[in-house]
């Protein structure tokens, strides 16, 4: 087995309101939770990455927390989260949950108290005077010209104090001052609490934010949102991220409990990750990336404006990724989560001919890449965007914000719909579907959020019962993880590099060659067996299609071979 022993496992992200709700208030719930985790022993996976649960405002679906140490009513108790953790470990799997520590809520007692001038938790958050010449509070006064992630300013004007505080995110989501040690403190000190309570790690939400580059100043405007500044490297990647991370690691005691941690990072790059995730360099075990989510995405501008996305594009960013960090680092593996459109949607075919084996196809390139890979919640049912046809259909805070100024730039209502279908973070949080009621099992009442009407076809009762479903290819994908050290260690090596229906590359480890092709297409596709190993020697481990042809592939087909090179 690779050690530590993460780099062997496969992780399954549950975005709790949208799981499974226990009493029946249309929101998901910890008890739900807990309800489902034969299913999820079932499936194989070794890690549940659970969303937010903190006692939170909601404003953006708990990522904007009031209280660290305490769980939101809306899901559980703490009693709850014990029973899950006793009921993960019961089954041979881990908890890991989510650190949301470069901001807060503004309802949090720190961010209350810090809003008197005179108190010493003034100094916990990142507050500014009025730009100078500027009477504070009117137009263009903001300490800088940055603009939020959500679109808008970056500053909110405090009328008690006459001064601006710093948000990345919601003006409900104030930025914390990483740079005063007693923040640190208290933030290690709730993550010690919470390991001490049974959680087997953490990922960290946007964690390369925490370091700000000071003195903090205007940054290049942003063609289109004149006079805003939205340019990541003004705030990413900060002088002191490392010096943080590492202090974090040892105060909490993340290697030397062997505890999971992975950061969110915003436009982090090859380089600033093989930092991040050496090993001897004691900060993380591995960073999600972003690159390959913004292939279909015009470049420079919004995940809002749209793209088709270009196969070998893809192929490359992810070779890019194998090769730099295969010495040093690791990779995660994912296609989808609570920010992000279903893959099988974006980059896969959703129609009722090739949704399923689109579904297998996509599973089939991650699962056999180097590194860690997660599963988000449906994903290993073939779950689909929500399909959603008006802005009142909507939850989620950043679309309405783009809704909002989409239209104020005078960008038509169709145009802005069509955008927030394809890459709405709604399209992630629709509730799971578990059978074909009239909502999906997930609950008995109206649900937070709309059901995606094409649950009755797609939902874990029918996967379950059919053995050629999304459901079991993923199993079996999971279990090759967990029986073959090639998947887990082999050296990767892309193939056909420029083929744009192809998707082929192989792993190799210790006289075995591992090969994995897909067509990633509607059409037939013969294989340039030239370009190739030859496959008529090789074991197939796992295919989509009943009758695989060494030389063509069937639309959407995948397939893994194992080679013994001694023998070829």
């Given at each position: 087995?690779?050690?530590?022993?993460?780099?062997?496992a496969?992780?399954?992200?549950?975005?709790?309101?949208?799981?499974?709700?226990?009493d029946?208030d249309?929101?998901?719930d910890?008890?739900?939770?807990?309800?489902?985790l034969?299913?999820?022993?079932?499936?194989?996976?070794?890690?549940?990455?659970?969303?937010?649960?903190?006692?939170?405002?909601?404003d953006?679906?708990?990522?904007?927390?009031?209280?660290?140490?305490?769980?939101?009513?809306?899901?559980?108790?703490?009693?709850?989260v014990?029973?899950?953790i006793?009921?993960?470990?019961?089954?041979g799997?881990?908890?890991?949950?989510?650190?949301?520590?470069?901001?807060t809520?503004?309802?949090?007692?720190?961010?209350?108290?810090?809003?008197?001038?005179a108190?010493?938790k003034?100094?916990?958050?990142?507050?500014?005077?009025?730009?100078?010449?500027?009477?504070?509070?009117?137009e263009?006064?903001?300490?800088?010209?940055?603009?939020?992630?959500?679109?808008?300013?970056?500053?909110?004007?405090?009328p008690?104090?006459?001064?601006y505080?710093?948000?990345?995110?919601?003006?409900?989501?104030?930025?914390?001052?990483?740079?005063?040690?007693?923040?640190?403190?208290?933030?290690?000190?709730?993550?010690?609490?919470?390991?001490?309570?049974?959680?087997?790690?953490f990922r960290?939400?946007?964690?390369?934010?925490?370091?700000?580059?000071?003195?903090?100043?205007?940054?290049?405007?942003?063609?289109?949102?004149?006079?805003?500044?939205?340019?990541?490297?003004?705030?990413?990647?900060?002088?002191?991220?490392?010096?943080?991370?590492?202090?974090?690691?040892?105060?909490?005691?993340?290697?030397?409990?062997?505890?999971?941690?992975?950061?969110?990072?915003?436009?982090?790059?090859?380089?600033?990750?093989?930092?991040?995730?050496?090993?001897?360099?004691?900060?993380?075990?591995?960073?999600?990336?972003?690159?390959?989510?913004?292939?279909?995405?015009?470049?420079?501008?919004?995940?809002?404006?749209?793209?088709?996305?270009?196969?070998p594009?893809l192929?490359?960013?992810?070779?890019?990724?194998?090769?730099?960090?295969?010495?040093?680092?690791?990779?995660?593996?994912?296609?989808?989560?609570?920010?992000?459109?279903?893959?099988?949607?974006?980059?896969?075919?959703?129609?009722?001919?090739?949704?399923v084996?689109?579904?297998?196809?996509?599973?089939t390139?991650?699962h056999?890449?180097?590194?860690?890979?997660?599963?988000?919640?449906?994903?290993?049912?073939?779950?689909?965007?929500?399909?959603?046809?008006?802005?009142?259909?909507?939850n989620?805070?950043?679309?309405?914000?783009?809704?909002?100024?989409?239209l104020?730039?005078?960008?038509?209502?169709?145009?802005?719909?069509?955008?927030?279908?394809?890459?709405?973070?709604?399209?992630?949080?629709?509730?799971?579907?578990?059978?074909?009621?009239?909502?999906?099992?997930?609950?008995?009442?109206?649900?937070?959020?709309?059901?995606?009407?094409?649950?009755?076809?797609?939902?874990?009762a029918?996967?379950?019962?059919?053995?050629?479903?999304?459901?079991?290819?993923?199993?079996?994908?999971?279990?090759?993880?967990?029986?073959?050290?090639?998947?887990?260690?082999?050296?990767?090596?892309?193939?056909?590099?420029?083929?744009?229906?192809?998707?082929a590359?192989?792993?190799?480890?210790d006289?075995?060659?591992?090969?994995?092709?897909?067509?990633?297409s509607?059409?037939y596709?013969?294989?340039?067996?030239?370009?190739?190993?030859?496959?008529?020697?090789?074991e197939?481990?796992?295919?989509?299609?009943a009758?695989?042809?060494?030389?063509?592939?069937?639309?959407?087909?995948?397939?893994?071979?194992?080679?013994?090179?001694?023998?070829g």
């Amino acid at each position: 087995m690779t050690s530590p022993w993460w780099k062997s496992a496969v992780v399954y992200q549950i975005y709790p309101r949208s799981f499974a709700d226990s009493d029946h208030d249309g929101i998901g719930d910890l008890p739900g939770i807990v309800s489902r985790l034969d299913y999820l022993k079932q499936l194989g996976v070794d890690v549940i990455w659970l969303s937010p649960v903190y006692r939170s405002p909601q404003d953006d679906n708990g990522y904007d927390i009031s209280d660290y140490n305490d769980i939101d009513p809306t899901f559980g108790t703490l009693a709850d989260v014990d029973e899950l953790i006793e009921g993960l470990h019961a089954r041979g799997m881990k908890l890991v949950m989510d650190l949301v520590v470069n901001h807060t809520s503004d309802e949090h007692p720190w961010f209350v108290e810090s809003r008197d001038p005179a108190s010493d938790k003034r100094d916990w958050y990142i507050w500014r005077p009025a730009r100078e010449g500027f009477e504070p509070g009117t137009e263009g006064a903001e300490p800088t010209n940055w603009g939020s992630f959500f679109l808008g300013k970056g500053w909110e004007f405090d009328p008690r104090s006459q001064e601006y505080y710093l948000h990345l995110f919601s003006p409900k989501q104030p930025d914390l001052n990483w740079e005063n040690p007693a923040v640190r403190e208290a933030i290690y000190d709730m993550m010690r609490w919470w390991v001490d309570r049974g959680v087997d790690g953490f990922r960290m939400d946007v964690i390369n934010l925490i370091s700000k580059t000071y003195p903090l100043v205007d940054g290049p405007v942003t063609p289109g949102f004149e006079p805003l500044c939205y340019d990541p490297s003004m705030v990413t990647d900060g002088p002191r991220v490392e010096e943080f991370l590492k202090e974090m690691n040892r105060e909490v005691g993340i290697d030397a409990k062997e505890l999971f941690s992975v950061g969110e990072m915003v436009m982090v790059d090859v380089e600033h990750a093989r930092r991040y995730t050496d090993p001897a360099n004691g900060e993380l075990g591995m960073v999600f990336t972003f690159e390959h989510m913004s292939l279909d995405q015009q470049p420079g501008l919004s995940k809002f404006d749209l793209k088709p996305l270009h196969l070998p594009d893809l192929k490359q960013n992810l070779a890019l990724w194998q090769d730099a960090l295969a010495e040093v680092g690791w990779n995660s593996l994912y296609w989808n989560n609570h920010d992000q459109p279903r893959v099988v949607s974006r980059f896969g075919d959703d129609s009722d001919e090739f949704r399923v084996p689109s579904a297998k196809a996509l599973g089939t390139v991650l699962h056999m890449l180097r590194g860690t890979p997660y599963i988000y919640q449906g994903e290993e049912l073939g779950m689909t965007n929500a399909g959603f046809l008006s802005i009142d259909e909507y939850n989620d805070i950043e679309a309405k914000r783009f809704h909002e100024l989409a239209l104020s730039l005078g960008i038509s209502e169709w145009m802005i719909l069509i955008a927030l279908a394809a890459k709405s973070r709604d399209n992630a949080r629709t509730p799971m579907h578990w059978d074909d009621s009239d909502h999906a099992g997930f609950t008995s009442r109206s649900p937070w959020l709309s059901v995606n009407s094409n649950h009755r076809e797609i939902n874990a009762a029918e996967a379950l019962a059919d053995p050629d479903s999304v459901f079991y290819h993923y199993r079996r994908l999971i279990e090759l993880r967990h029986e073959l050290a090639i998947v887990r260690e082999g050296r990767f090596e892309l193939m056909l590099p420029d083929h744009e229906r192809i998707f082929a590359y192989t792993r190799q480890l210790d006289g075995q060659l591992l090969v994995v092709v897909a067509n990633w297409s509607q059409e037939y596709v013969d294989l340039p067996t030239d370009e190739l190993p030859t496959l008529t020697e090789a074991e197939l481990l796992l295919g989509s299609h009943a009758s695989a042809s060494h030389y063509q592939l069937e639309p959407w087909e995948s397939r893994i071979y194992l080679l013994d090179l001694a023998k070829g």
